[in-house]
């Protein structure tokens, strides 16, 4: 009977051992943040395929801009180019919301530990950062759908000069249009990148607050 109870005590006191040295929720944070940026490989591989992509539609669309109606043939054949990229930039843009939405999943893991801090003002510091990481998650959201209009714009234009009538009112009609949509993805991407930075500093200045390392 003794070594039964002498048993289950020692059992018991590894167990309560286990609850009190477990994981601390700054710890449990750090491993989400870690993840996070596992998560968002994608949406960081996808950005120079994208680059390159906008700069050779550029240099098909001032191709198509320098060529006569008498070269048609030449201009129809740089708009199948043109309509290529498109489907080319479009897939690398399902292939960043997709990390990105993987990652905003993962983050919301932190919700579950913010409660547990200790230290009010670490406490604090972790809902704001978990604030301005939503808005950028927002932020990105939108610049998406900014970014995918602007590419049906483009769509639009180069099924446009495939066409031997084309009206160049309408042309310069559709160009307007284009170069609006992208200014205004410019300026969400700005918000975009500033609120980035916002949350960089915060997941640094947490990493320092808690005393553990952040990974590169």
Same mark, same amino acid.
């Given at each position: ?9 020692? !059992? ?16 449990? !944070? ?64 399902? !292939? ?121």
């Amino acid at each position: 009977m003794k070594i039964y109870i002498l048993t289950v005590s020692f !059992i018991l006191s590894l167990f309560l051992t286990g609850c009190v040295f477990g994981p601390s929720p700054e710890e449990e !944070i750090s491993e989400v943040l870690d993840a996070i940026v596992e998560k968002e490989q994608g949406f960081v591989d996808s950005q120079e395929p994208i680059k390159t992509l906008e700069q050779d539609e550029k240099e098909l669309f001032d191709n198509i801009m320098a060529l006569s109606i008498e070269e048609f043939d030449e201009i129809e054949v740089l708009a199948e180019e043109a309509l290529e990229n498109l489907k080319q930039r479009e897939e690398q843009i399902v !292939i960043e919301a997709e990390s990105i939405k993987e990652a905003k999943k993962e983050f919301e893991k932190i919700n579950e530990y913010v409660g547990d801090i200790e230290d009010a003002t670490l406490r604090s510091h972790v809902e704001e950062m978990i604030e301005v990481m939503y808005q950028r998650y927002d932020s990105h959201n939108e610049l998406i759908v900014k970014y995918e209009e602007a590419i049906d714009l483009d769509r639009e234009l180069y099924t446009m000069l495939k066409d031997e009538e084309l009206v160049f009112e309408d042309l310069k009609e559709q160009v307007e249009k284009v170069n609006t949509q992208y200014d205004t993805t410019l300026e969400l991407n700005d918000e975009f990148n500033l609120i980035t930075d916002q949350y960089n500093q915060l997941k640094s200045d947490f990493y320092e607050m808690s005393g553990r390392d952040e990974e590169e």
